[in-house]
């Protein structure tokens, strides 16, 4: 019936895109997560921004993390990406002509006939936002890191296809976990105070001198491990994701940028420029 009725309006498929904030590459390979990875192949590839918000901006026109490919020009290798939509959303004759003139794939995917929602955990991306456009419902969540209230709170019409963004923040420094106390969550000096504020604008950064002593470096490699630690708890809650959606659900999970663990002396993300900021996983692929 649900099948059906998406057939009409020319897209098939329900269209789920998922961003763990902040997770490296390595760390999610790392983490080795079963279930995500029942979507298809993990990709190494590459965000065109280093923090956030462009980065979500980016996201939001339908471009994904690149795969830096070598003798193409960037208007040939967008038109691919932005082909790649019928696959996403069950259709045809979906091309870059279609996101044109707002480049915004929220409008877009209204325009076919969907139903847009966005839950975000980063209050740089908040609905205040030049992001919130084209979305039917957008919300900052109470929670900075807690997919599975996000999980619980989806919904997916059964006469009308439906977009859902979910920006997940457990990923996200200081790679908490839901349930962990908060005056349990690690501290980098110098950190900690703009985290209070969530203005992850200023997260990242060089750390001073004399910070990335071997006492520091144990303590950054124990926030990596946390950041692991984090894709694998997502992974459970992926799970539990996987079981609730109706089947036509195509998703795409990837990040919004990579993190410094004291390598060349950075932590962190955003005023960065090191290749490990950019490095990103991307696994998508029909519910089945
Ligand atoms: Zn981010």
Same mark, same amino acid.
Request: hydrophobic fraction near 25%.
């Given at each position: 019936m649900a099948a059906r009725s998406h057939a009409s309006r020319g897209v098939r498929n329900h269209y789920v895109l998922i961003v763990f904030d902040s997770c490296r590459y390595d760390s999610f390979v790392s983490a080795r997560p079963r279930t995500i990875s029942k979507l298809g192949k993990v990709e190494q590839r590459w965000s065109y921004a280093s923090w956030t918000a462009p980065s979500h901006f980016n996201l939001l026109m339908g471009l994904m993390p690149h795969t830096s490919p070598r003798n193409v020009y960037a208007s040939e290798y967008y038109k691919k990406d932005f082909f790649k939509f019928n696959e996403r959303l069950g259709a045809g004759g979906i091309e870059f002509r279609s996101f044109v003139p707002r480049l915004n794939l929220p409008v877009l995917l209204r325009n076919l006939g969907y139903r847009t929602s966005a839950m975000v955990s980063l209050p740089v991306l908040n609905p205040a936002t030049m992001l919130n456009s084209g979305f039917d419902s957008y919300r900052l969540m109470?929670?900075?890191? +807690?997919m599975r209230a996000m999980v619980r709170q989806m919904h997916f019409p059964e006469d009308q296809p439906s977009f859902h963004l979910l920006n997940v923040g457990e990923t996200h420094y200081p790679y908490a976990l839901p349930d962990e106390p908060e005056d349990q969550w690690p501290r980098i000096s110098g950190v900690h105070g703009v985290f209070k504020h969530? +203005?992850?604008?200023?997260?990242g950064g060089k750390l001073r %001198?004399? %910070?990335?002593k071997m006492f520091d470096q144990r303590k950054l490699a124990k926030l990596r491990d946390r950041q692991i630690e984090a894709v694998k708890y997502l992974d459970a809650v992926v799970e539990e994701f996987f079981d609730l959606v109706p089947k036509n659900t195509y998703v795409t999970i990837t990040s919004d940028h990579g993190e410094l663990f004291g390598e060349e002396g950075y932590f962190g993300h955003g005023p960065i420029q090191h290749e490990k900021v950019l490095e990103v996983p991307f696994v998508e692929g029909k519910i089945r």
């Open positions: 109470p929670k900075h890191n +807690d969530l +203005d992850e604008a200023i997260v %001198r004399g %910070r990335t």
